[in-house]
């Protein structure tokens, strides 16, 4: 099994907090620093065992690590990696859990000093809570995480990032970063960007005084869980992953007009396919 | 309490089977008849104890009820009520569970005989799974099932479907039958049709050789359950709530081209402000 000697975690949320927590609990790991802006939530990490210590500052943060796990929203991953790039002990590997990929390893490779590695990876998984608080152990069992080599990649320090992740319990596909964006933009960006409309969309409709939601079901509040995620995360994901979310809206928005025709003209045999074959699509992957 | 003395139940499955099950349960129904097409699902609702008995025959089984519960797809009830008419106990009352009331209220006031009294209603709950065999006593509790009294429905048939509700465990609002039907467009139709046109795009999405679903996450998951409803009843309810589903549909549209434009635009605090009230707002109904 491999083994981290010092791992920098960069943002220690309910992703770095999860990944720290299962590599310590599998003994992948002998020594775990918390770097981010927020105080109370590093020494929250202390308390809970997530952490050994912390810093505020990454350049401090990052000494001595063999391995920087960068966990903060996409945009600001390539300044984080341009600052902590002349601390980086040789050797040092730096991987991150953007869920955009094209943008951050393009970024990311030419920022990296001789002899360190940057290796691209997201894991799909999370929930809509936020903070080390809401962090565990399990959170990747049985998940995927896409690890996003390049023709740059170093061989070893992929295969250390690959072997990391199946430690934290994870099949773990290799995917081009275009490839990725494109698969995820299908998934999950075009999901939330559907439920944050929904939710704004009923909001919006005021014939009868504003209280609709109030009217909601269960069915209403688990479609969307998602439109609780962090706002500040989906925006960049919305910014770097631009084209791909883009592409993947008009192709929702044509199967929806679709359905709107089928409406529109009262198509009992139609609207039954459309509804069937979406029942049957979404049965199997149960 | 109010009390019924024989229940018919048309259509045995969640909501049928589920209604059955808390009246029983309370003790505020003498006999249970159910009424359907499915034998086996009949039979099996005998044994499961939720009816005392079955009919194929739905004009048979009315005999001597003194209430009758419809609880079948949408565009079936007004057929139905126009079949078993001539068979209602004088002082029957009638309702139904439909998704969809103007259509339903309309259809069925006219054709109540003298003396028997209709009175519509829609419980805001159920599950993505059908049949006796999901049915549940407490499927209704904390549940909203709004009543939807119109300028003739008789005010003892009224206070006693109400009430029935009630002991039930729901919330009962009264709502003009067309009051409702926006309602309900606004917060479980439209997501139903987002969420069948949300699986069919994913699922019509080749670029990446139609793999795309195995690659989903819980989030996907639990944002598309409601794709896996009966697609019967919701071609139903599509056809009968026509005019409310479109205007909402077409007022989503408007949401999420506006949505379209900020990522267009790399609009950093446009996307940000659009994603933060949406989480505020669904945070509120948890």
Request: proline residues 5%; glycine residues 10%.
């Amino acid at each position: 099994m491999v083994f981290v000697k010092r791992m920098a975690v960069i943002g220690v949320g309910l992703i770095g907090g999860s990944f720290a927590r299962i590599l310590r609990e599998k003994g992948a790991v002998g020594e775990v620093v918390g770097i981010g802006r927020g105080e109370a939530n590093l020494k929250r990490g202390v308390e809970l065992g997530v952490l050994d210590s912390y810093s505020l500052d990454p350049c401090e943060g990052v000494r001595g690590a063999d391995l920087v796990f960068l966990a903060t929203p996409v945009c600001s991953i390539p300044a984080m990696v341009e600052r902590i790039a002349p601390y980086l002990e040789p050797g040092c590997i730096v991987t991150d859990g953007g869920s955009v990929k094209e943008f951050v390893v393009n970024a990311c490779e030419p920022l990296m000093p001789e002899g360190t590695f940057f290796v691209g990876g997201h894991p799909i998984a999370g929930t809509e809570h936020s903070g080390v608080e809401a962090s565990f152990s399990t959170l990747y069992q049985g998940k995927r995480c896409i690890v996003t080599p390049t023709e740059n990649t170093d061989a070893a320090a992929l295969a250390k990032v690959v072997e990391l992740w199946k430690i934290a319990g994870s099949n773990v596909p290799l995917m081009d970063p275009v490839q990725h964006d494109r698969v995820v933009a299908a998934i999950s960006h075009l999901p939330h960007m559907v439920a944050y409309s929904l939710v704004n969309a009923v909001d919006g409709y005021d014939r009868f005084g504003g209280d609709l939601l109030s009217f909601s079901a269960g069915g209403f509040r688990d479609f969307t869980r998602i439109a609780s995620s962090d706002p500040v995360m989906w925006r960049d994901i919305a910014l770097t992953n631009k084209d791909a979310i883009i592409e993947m809206m008009d192709f929702f928005v044509d199967y929806f007009d679709r359905l709107r025709t089928l409406v529109e003209s009262e198509d009992s045999k139609g609207l039954e396919a459309f509804f069937l074959n979406s029942k049957q699509k979404r049965d199997a992957i149960l």
